[in-house]
């Protein structure tokens, strides 16, 4: 077990990042709530992808905080709106690209909620609108992974812990945030997933 953050959560009804980038993103209704429901097979409740047979092995995306930090410094621009994103679940102190093919539970005081660690969330053309110029190309193999909802419980903002069955020592705190090259590179490509630029008062880019 280890001890991380819990640091936002976004949660949208729809799919803000449609169709080219230079069109600009659709204004759909997007929450950063202080506390998510995750149900089994399922997903987060009122979130876009919960329920979709297309996404079950993926209703969840967890991003490390830190990623976004590292990318705005390495590009010399002011710290980004995490909600821009569009992943689910943000967290600092977990190296979250571990993840990837792995089971773990997330705890935040309302006991163990499992999720199932699949392929990377491979970031997009829109980032580079959203976020700024050379965040699509910067955010490779550091942009989170997609989850099934393989439990069912509360999850909240603030302190956390991480369980992974096969061993905790598989999670180096000090990368998160760092790259970790997928052994196929994922193909460029547009998404369909990830709203705009509201604010997130919970949700800190310059520390915990």
Known sequence: ????????????????YEGRPG??????PTGTPDHIEI?????????????????????VTVLAIEALE???????????????????ILT?????????SREF?????DGPVRLGGG??????AWMDVVLAPGAHAALRGRAGVRCAAL????????PATVTVPDGDDLLDASRAGLPRRARRPAANRTCRDAPGTATVASVSTTGP
């Open 23 to 28: 069109d600009g993103p659709v204004t759909v």
């Open 1 to 16: 077990m280890i001890g991380i953050e819990i640091v936002g959560f976004v949660v949208s009804s729809g799919h803000a």
């Open 119 to 124: 392929r990377p969330a491979a970031p997009c």
């Open 39 to 59: 149900r089994a097979g399922y997903g987060v409740v009122g979130d876009r992808y919960a329920g979709q047979a297309a996404h079950r092995d993926a209703a």
């Open 70 to 88: 590292a990318v705005a410094t390495e590009l010399g621009v002011p710290p980004f709106d995490p909600v821009a994103a569009r992943r689910t």
């Open 92 to 100: 600092r102190g977990l190296d979250v690209e571990a993840l990837r």
């Open 151 to 158: 439990g069912s419980g509360t999850l909240r903002v603030g």
């Open 105 to 109: 539970a997330l705890d935040s005081g």
